[in-house]
């Protein structure tokens, strides 16, 4: 852990800057928290204006401290903030926490303040939370450090939590205190004025404490630092996976732009996408990423998707079936010698098909004889426990057996989760659960949530991504000389056949096509060509070539080309009538394969991301597009076409010859490498290339180049 | 309500047969619940073997019992219970609930005594809830009934809840317990043997202490008569919603027959579609009924979809938007005006856009200060209040305040919802919220699920179906010739030529055709059909005619017709050597128009569907479809047609044009009159009929009629 950040999580001494003796001021709280969590360091409290708090001494500034201060926290008025932080700088203290508001989240005299302090933390290397944070947790039973003024601690447990909202962080320990959920640590970041997500998950990669990282992120300040880090997090920290919950993709305007095809790279979905790419679990709201933490916690990662549900009631056992089918869970029927293995031990009653039913009556006995079948047998690789109160029912003894088989389930393979109909705050189903690791709620449909995403982390840890074997042999030549051309055009683009030239050094393949300057060039062209043809307009004024005119399909005869040739340029010159028409390209019309779209787009969050889908009127009638991070591997640009719901249709459906799906991942590797070899380019568009039962030919394109870099 | 299901949850005198002296045997279980629930009415148990049961007389027969009994309960083995019946019936008591197990649920000697049972109750006009089941409960405070074996009772309530199953009773009942959920009434079904979901549906809809009525239904006894009374219910109680839970429809071997087109009439989908025809609220699972009953349960319906939140934290503010615009409310931007109004008098940093974040440090004034203001504009339809324990902020006090308005917000017609982040079992919060009918929920999350539960039953409400208008003057002569003809076939269907008579006399538009009985009749017609043509099989004995290849497509000259011509005799003789072939249907081929698909298709469970869809790929890809029972109304016909998802491309997309809604519309209205004069008819495909910017025109159709009717 990075030097800072470690003096951010465990500290030796503590300074709090603004340790008021208010009731209920955030420096107060975290005084009090601090004392009640028994922290193993030193505390100083910083305050001119008293002697002491809560009995312990107070000091008028941290420079009167002789003691080595390796954390400080800030919980001052924003005026005083910057000063306290340069004293800081000059005690040497690593890291601090600034607790105080009013920076760049409420006006421009905030934002210059956390600019400034910004400066200092840089100057001398300081971690720094916030301004604007919750605070800092660490529950490690060698430091116990809570440094929050929130009311709730947590129990020592081995999940971490990097919340870019302290709100959420209280939010998730309040919820933590009542539930099955123990965190690490916790980190509030709030306006991330320094230390940011990044920092963190850094940090807790290293963190042996730490199992499963959580993160509540609405922005990043580095998203591609974040998908680097979770790449490395996936390769050399097997078995650590990454839950994030990332809000604020849905503000109207925002849902508004992803309405239509060109902002399909800056609608919310994007990040799905990227998300699996970079093995990072998406969790929907607040309550399932805790839940699905919850179970990461017990560090059991099942090997399939077969769930097994082990029920006493048989409508709940029905409802989690339904459940779990919805999120792709497989709930298959026991072979006939593992029904038959059951039942021998059963009373007729009984139901060993899946759902077990083991009927109202079931006591613990009947849990553990069905428990210890489906732990040896290898049909399962979920068992789901489920237990509604029925008139013999002990709950707290059948949640025992269960615990008392969990590590043997885990040891088998198997993952193992419970669900009880258990209300009664009385009730102490939950800590017998707890304390055997057994993920534990109160309706199935949380369960399989949990499950699913257990499910997807299996899938997705096990492909990491491989080095980019993006090396195709290039000459570049005339590649840079066209994209310079481009990019001193008012327009930044390049021409179809510029475009398809550049395509053609790449290695990817273009339906004949060539451009007459006249007409006599137009007929000779046909010849070799053939119809039926396209005709469309050249001109380094022209980027949208049919909404200007600048296209004609159909073309079946020369009679109908001459026409082309002479709507073409009458069309255009009526609209855009400065456009200077360098020739007339002529391509043959293309009648077989599957009509597809490739594309590439600079986002300014993200770098190059690359999409594919089915083109006609599929992208823009069902959005259904796919899209991954430059530079990409073979399996990822697999991925991303096997990625589309309407897939079937690639792979051959009502007769037709499925289609060449190997041939297209070499076309969006060849295109990474163009966008990595120049970054330059803010934007291809490929559309339609039609998807071949052998290779895939490209039909239309434009390239468009970015204003700067 | 009917007399014998009044006497279910309202007697007068109860008898228990079966009043065990034993300890959580079912029929002690109920005693002590009534005793506790305080039962208004008087007491009989039944037992041969004691003098007393928990300090109560007991009788050895229902026969030894001198006052007249309204309900009885029989929890004995099953080999007793017809006989028990049988007294019951004698003793002329009008209800019972029979909790004992063994009968149809577990062999066939269960089943036979299940049929006894029913032919006694049938005989006698008794209603009967069972055999295996739960019991029932009538919180009405003039009654006080708690006839189940279950471990809580509920509160006095206004939801009344159906469940198949038992356990699913136990288990909402767990949670009502500790939640903001009170049921009026509460009826197990069990088996169904006599009394079933169809009359607790009826007697809730006349109940006037019942507000919602919320079902948990595996299967149905009478689908039919189900949505009659679904129906009946929307119209004539509007404002009491019916929330159903329907499972089992994942069974693995279901869903994967629903994965192919000729199944999706049996797929659980179509079920989603009949909800929305009948005004019924489908919910996924049990969590999100009982949430959303609750919501229901304060009798707030709002208007509109526009949410407001009002927080004291951004961070939740932001997950509760996104998770609220998944479900399809609109969370807007307050008005300048209003957001004038709200900043006047707050702190400058809250912020009055929408989440109106009112800032950690917000006490319950800065709550009430936006609630006024907001109950007063029309600008929102629903007010989320959202609230995390900050340093200051006293969740009661401001749950307190939030409820002192929520009887001012239900009289502006606006729909108020509260979330705390207050997971603590010692908290008051809830029962503020409960006290003043604010519906709570701990994640916003679940507030929005319900909110948007609540917003569909508005749309839903408002249109109650129609009196059916299929009065079309058709002349059904040729068409009752005809399908009697075709019954009498071995393949009991009728020919495509013969099938368009139909369809023309009912009033659809075929694509011009004519039978060639020979060569000369096929380049004849040639002439004034026109190219390209399409030619296809006429034979009594070839259903399916492109599998057997006996259809050619793309005939564009009378080379092409002739060879054709040829092709199908021997192609069809090649495969069906038998068949007789009457002539070759040469049909023009359609080029323009959107390529559509209407169906009708008989369901043993619901009936006569129509089914509606964008036909060639996407039926398949896609699974596109809608569905409606017959008859259905002009509002339903335009439902089906807008309710595919791909819906734009009807509304002309990339320069296509619109194509003529109201003519499909017709089509399925006339289809619908056709089923219901000819219920015999199986199985009607038009693929594809052509949707034209005027009118429609059918280019492919086959119609089957059932074995039996």
Redesign the interface.
Known sequence: MNHSIEALFKPTNIAIIGASRKQ???GR?ILRNLLKSDFHGQIFPVNPKAEEVMGIRCYSSVKDIKEKIDLAFIAIPRDAVVLAMEECAQRDIQAAIVIS??FKE?DEEGAELEDELTSIAKKHGMAVLGPNCLGVINTDREVKLNGT?A?HNSAEGNISFI??????G??AL??A???QVSFAKFASLGNKAVSNENDLLEAYMEDEQTKVIIA?L?DFKNAPKFFALAEKLRKQVPGKPLLV?K??????GK?AAASHTGALTESDEVLDHLFDQYGIIRM????SLLNSAKAFSTEQIPRGNRLCIIT?????G??T??????VGL????LSEELQKELSADMP??VSCDNPIDLV?DADESRYEKALKILIDSQEMDILLLLC?????TDMEEIARTIGKYAEKAKQSGKMIVAVF?????ESKVKDILIEKKVPYY?????AVDACAAAVKYQKMKTKPKEESKQDFQIDKTQTEKLIRKGQKRENKFLTEPEAYKVFSDYGLKIADYDVAKNKEEAQKLAGSIGFPMVAKVVSEDVIHKSGNNGVVTHINNEEDLMQAYDNIHKGVNNIKPEADIKGILLQKMQKEGVELIIGARYNENYGHLLMFGLGG?FV???KDVSFRRVPLDKQEAMDMIEGIR?K??LEG??GRPAIDKEALADYLLRLSQLVKDFPQIKEIDINPVFGLQKGALIADARLIIRDSE
């Open positions: 209920e001021s955030p709280s508001a009013g409420v003024f009311q919340s870019q909202s302290g709100a959420v209280v939010y309040e919820f205190a009542q539930s509540y609405e919950l809000s604020g993709g849905s503000e109207s849902r929907p709201n607040l309550e006493n009631a048989g409508g709940p029905i409802i079936t339904d459940a779990a089918e919805k497989k709930v298959p029927p007729a009653t109202g509604t109160p029925q008139l013999m109909a258990d209300f009664a705050p109160q309706f199935g449909n949380h009127i823009e009638l069902l309407t079937k249709i459906m009502r």
